[in-house]
């Protein structure tokens, strides 16, 4: 935008000429009193071109489904649990009614949210729905739709403010963690054993001794297993590597040599072939443990974790073990510890008496 004096126009001498909305839009060219009234103008301009998301000559006609899949091939493809997520999000764009992109509000996702806080809007299959998405849920959906348009105002795909960006998440309270007791797991194991498909068992284990997650387990390669000799000793090491994880940090943990030769049995590059993940769903469900609502196999993970600490971990080699990219996630293990916050009885200030 240029903004200069000409004297062909003796009344009106300030020549605002703009492309508010790049050379390629529409030119603006108009006179002034003062050059002051062109500057205010000028920064009217670029102030609603900023407001009109991806505006062409016609106006914004994409709808909110075209904008996701944009996403998905633009960047939503490259993550590692893309196909559940894309599925996620277009399943969202519909159930909002897929507006136009530029009508898109948070208004619009605010009442979408509502009628999932209420359990109208659905996405789970009908023998597995338990009723409205937990508040976790939620925000989850909300961080995956600002993304979308964060992402796309990052590859210059969308040129107006994010329409989410002023929605804030729901206030989560902290969940219970259930974790199973040594006779709980005694019982857990001696029915996963019995049952005809094999390979729950040794999901099962893994999960058990490295606070992997079902699905990280389940999709185990057998490229992911490492066995290294030491040439001094002759020591085996075992080791197992998780990658494409839900944090994108790739971690390898040790296992015992028993874990490793129950679940490196075969010559098939995948190790479970099985899909067992609703069978050992019913299992737990059967056995009325008592967990939290919608624990179910992450609880495996939970129970690592909590007797990890009760053992007399460490909680930065739990952070470390489980992947978490903030140490205040594996804080919540923490208590778990025999000395934990013990220091109050030494710090107090009667202490001193």
Same mark, same amino acid.
């Given at each position: 935008?240029?903004?200069?004096?000409?004297?062909?126009?003796?009344?009106?001498?300030?020549?605002?000429?703009?492309?508010?909305?790049?050379?390629?839009?529409?030119?603006?060219?108009?006179?002034?009193?003062?050059?002051?009234?062109?500057?205010?103008?000028?920064?009217?301009?670029?102030?609603?071109?900023?407001?009109?998301?991806?505006?062409?000559?016609?106006?914004?006609?994409?709808?909110?489904?075209?904008?996701?899949?944009?996403?998905? =091939?633009?960047?939503?493809?490259?993550?590692?649990?893309?196909?559940?997520?894309?599925?996620?999000?277009?399943?969202?764009?519909?159930?909002?009614?897929?507006?136009?992109?530029?009508?898109?509000?948070?208004?619009?996702?605010?009442?979408?949210?509502?009628?999932?806080?209420?359990?109208?809007?659905?996405?789970?299959?009908?023998?597995?729905?338990?009723?409205?998405?937990?508040? =976790?849920?939620?925000?989850?959906?909300?961080?995956?739709?600002?993304?979308?348009?964060?992402?796309?105002?990052?590859?210059?795909?969308?040129?107006?403010?994010?329409?989410?960006?002023?929605?804030?998440?729901?206030?989560?309270?902290?969940?219970?963690?259930?974790?199973?007791?040594?006779?709980?797991?005694?019982?857990?194991?001696?029915?996963?054993?019995?049952?005809?498909?094999?390979?729950?068992?040794?999901?099962?284990?893994?999960?058990?001794?490295?606070?992997?997650?079902?699905?990280?387990?389940?999709?185990?390669?057998?490229?992911?297993?490492?066995?290294?000799?030491?040439?001094?000793?002759?020591?085996?090491?075992?080791?197992?590597?998780?990658?494409?994880?839900?944090?994108?940090?790739?971690?390898?943990?040790?296992?015992?040599?028993?874990?490793?030769?129950?679940?490196?049995?075969?010559?098939?590059?995948?190790?479970?072939?099985?899909?067992?993940?609703?069978?050992?769903?019913?299992?737990?469900?059967?056995?009325?443990?008592?967990?939290?609502?919608?624990?179910?196999?992450?609880?495996?993970?939970?129970?690592?974790?909590?007797?990890?600490?009760?053992?007399?971990?460490?909680?930065?080699?739990?952070?470390?073990?489980?992947?978490?990219?903030?140490?205040?996630?594996?804080?919540?293990?923490?208590?778990?510890?025999?000395?934990?916050?013990?220091?109050?009885?030494?710090?107090?200030?009667?202490?001193?008496?």
């Amino acid at each position: 935008m240029t903004i200069k004096k000409v004297g062909n126009n003796k009344q009106k001498p300030w020549l605002l000429d703009a492309y508010p909305n790049g050379r390629d839009k529409n030119r603006v060219r108009k006179h002034f009193a003062t050059k002051g009234e062109a500057v205010q103008h000028e920064k009217y301009l670029l102030k609603q071109a900023n407001e009109k998301p991806s505006l062409d000559d016609k106006g914004e006609r994409r709808k909110l489904v075209e904008i996701v899949q944009i996403w998905h =091939s633009l960047y939503g493809s490259t993550l590692a649990n893309e196909g559940p997520i894309y599925s996620k999000m277009i399943k969202m764009a519909h159930a909002m009614g897929n507006p136009t992109a530029s009508t898109f509000n948070a208004k619009t996702f605010g009442e979408f949210r509502g009628q999932r806080l209420r359990g109208d809007i659905i996405f789970t299959d009908e023998r597995w729905n338990k009723g409205a998405p937990c508040v =976790s849920t939620l925000n989850s959906e909300l961080r995956r739709f600002k993304g979308i348009f964060n992402k796309l105002i990052e590859l210059e795909e969308w040129k107006g403010p994010n329409p989410l960006g002023k929605i804030k998440p729901l206030k989560e309270h902290e969940t219970e963690m259930g974790y199973l007791t040594n006779d709980q797991l005694t019982e857990l194991l001696e029915h996963v054993k019995a049952h005809k498909l094999t390979n729950m068992y040794k999901i099962v284990v893994l999960c058990l001794s490295t606070g992997a997650r079902w699905n990280e387990a389940a999709k185990l390669e057998r490229s992911q297993l490492k066995v290294s000799v030491d040439k001094k000793s002759g020591k085996k090491t075992f080791m197992v590597s998780f990658i494409k994880n839900k944090s994108k940090k790739n971690r390898s943990i040790p296992i015992s040599e028993e874990v490793y030769q129950l679940i490196s049995e075969g010559t098939s590059a995948r190790l479970f072939e099985e899909d067992c993940y609703h069978s050992f769903r019913y299992i737990l469900n059967k056995l009325a443990l008592g967990l939290p609502k919608g624990q179910a196999t992450h609880v495996l993970r939970h129970t690592f974790a909590s007797h990890f600490m009760m053992n007399g971990g460490n909680i930065l080699v739990l952070r470390d073990i489980l992947g978490h990219s903030d140490i205040t996630m594996t804080m919540r293990y923490a208590h778990f510890a025999p000395d934990h916050l013990t220091e109050a009885i030494t710090f107090n200030p009667l202490s001193n008496f």
